[in-house]
């Protein structure tokens, strides 16, 4: 493993410490946007980073579709070692499938358009290729019916990136992040990651990766130094100009920086070029600053947090060796950042005694296969534990009150909601459940009048996951 990236203050590196804090201040007050955490590198230096509480620097988390960087960049490696051939036919591949897809331009989908999102088809085809096959995603991909020409037009499509993943996996004899264990992830330094597989033992490639903030800013800073790392060509600038530049016009996005076009697995936009994923899971290379930019978080409006980036972080990049030199801002961004957090539930009220008891789901929840929440409240008389009854599986938590209580993958916090008489269990005892290895938050309220409980969430898991998958997978640990 390499040792942690160097780190050095801003100033050293003329970036002004004020636009960063402006930024970090933009992003706590914006409607819609949550950060977790932050690791800002110029010069493949660490000039800032922060994870607000409870996240930590050490949990990989769900990157969702920022995985698809990291499938691409398998690809890469394999077109680098002569395994793969941007212009073979997707249907090359899996020679079984011959005989049954007979389409024409279904036939005629190259590697590089299934790695642009431009097989031809005009939506994402997940629902209609798992319908044609449940079982082979490859197989209801390549069944699906094309709209027009490949080559001619961006659709985001899930299949078509675990497509690439599945050519990666035929071609190396091994499951993407195996295969890019020596070639990638030792090189880079990268610790533990998972990948979430499907029932025939492919990974999703287009979602499911488990890594930290600091795998993802070394991925940016590699592709920054055009496949260079250590002073050793681990990737070929051949693969980052293809990757990273225009394949599809985006144009018909309506997001400014999703409208700039799509290369390989990577989005361009007004500044630079990206991987990203659902609620806010950003790698941002900005090759004229020398800046890579990672950030996680729980974010509904991703377009407000590049709009920030742009508005506060580039006039802070863009300063001359003279203008950025204040060591005061240097220690306010720094101190600001170890003190990052994410604020509890809180409530003057104090919680009144309360009885061990269990609660039955109310209609509605938006988690539905959660459907008894446990009390126990064997410590002076104030909720100690929580069990989740999530089908089979049980889930314990164990809520701060006025803080975060960590245990395992989680993290709760707990409040008093009064109704009536303060000193009465009449009331509701509300109970936040983040969970530490996905972007994603549980708000739970538990009724004692009429021991039942509601619980929806913060932001949606992207396809139904149980509660004791909210995780790095245990199969991916030792990857």
């Known amino acids: 493993m390499n040792p942690s990236l160097p780190r050095r203050t801003p100033s050293e590196l ?19 946007v949550e950060p977790h955490s932050i690791m800002l590198l110029r010069g493949g230096a660490v000039i800032a980073e922060g994870w607000w509480d409870p996240y930590t620097a050490e949990r990989a988390r769900l990157l969702y579709s920022l995985s698809k960087s990291f499938t691409s960049t398998a690809a890469g490696f394999a077109v680098d070692e002569g395994l793969i051939d941007l212009d073979d036919t997707v249907i090359s591949y899996f020679p079984e499938l011959d005989g049954e ?18 097989g031809g088809h005009h939506e994402d085809t997940m629902e209609r290729a798992l319908a044609i096959d449940p079982t082979n995603l490859v197989r209801g991909f390549l069944m699906t019916p094309l709209e027009s020409d490949p080559g001619t037009v961006f659709a985001y499509n899930q299949p078509s990136t675990y497509t690439v993943a599945a050519i990666v996996q035929r071609v190396t004899g091994k499951r993407p992040s195996e295969y890019l264990r020596s070639r990638l992830f030792d090189p880079l330094g990268v610790g533990d990651v998972g990948w979430l597989q499907d029932d025939s033992g492919r990974e999703q490639g287009y979602s499911g990766m488990f890594a930290d903030t600091d795998a993802i800013a070394r991925l940016g800073q590699l592709y920054l130094q055009r496949g260079i790392w250590n002073g050793k060509q681990i990737l070929s600038t051949s693969w980052i100009d293809q990757a990273t530049t225009v394949k599809v016009a985006t144009s018909a996005q309506d997001d400014p920086d999703w409208s700039k076009g799509y ?102 929840n938006d988690h539905p296969s959660l459907n008894r929440i446990d009390m126990d409240t064997a410590v002076n008389g104030s909720p100690w534990s929580l069990t989740l009854v999530d089908g089979d599986d049980r889930l314990g938590i164990f809520p701060g009150i006025g803080t975060w209580g960590v245990a395992g993958v989680t993290a709760a916090s707990a409040g008093w909601i009064a109704s009536g008489d303060a000193t009465s269990s009449a009331g509701r005892l509300a109970a936040d459940v983040i969970f530490l290895e996905t972007p994603h938050r549980l708000h739970l309220v538990l009724d004692a009048s009429t021991s039942t409980f509601t619980a929806k969430w913060a932001t949606h ?19």
């Open 263 to 364: 290369g390989f697995q990577f989005w361009m936009a007004r500044h630079g070029y990206r991987g990203d994923g659902a609620y806010g899971q950003f790698c941002v290379v900005l090759p004229e600053y020398d800046v890579v930019l990672a950030l996680t978080g729980q974010s509904m409006d991703m377009q407000k947090v590049l709009d920030l980036a742009w508005e506060h972080l580039l006039p802070a990049f863009s300063g001359d060796e003279t203008s950025a030199t204040d060591a005061s801002a240097d220690a306010a961004l720094r101190q600001r950042l170890a003190t990052a957090s994410l604020p509890p539930l809180t409530n003057a009220q104090a919680i009144p005694p309360l009885d061990s008891r269990s609660y039955a789901a109310a209609a509605g």
């Open 461 to 479: 898991p992207l396809g139904f996951m149980p509660l004791r998958a909210m995780k790095v997978p245990e199969t991916a640990r030792a990857v």
């Open 101 to 118: 897809v007979t389409d024409a331009r279904a036939r005629s989908i190259l590697v590089r358009h299934a790695l642009a999102m431009a």
């Open 14 to 32: 003329n970036v002004d410490a004020t636009g960063v804090l402006a930024f970090l201040d933009g992003m706590e007050k914006a409607d819609g």
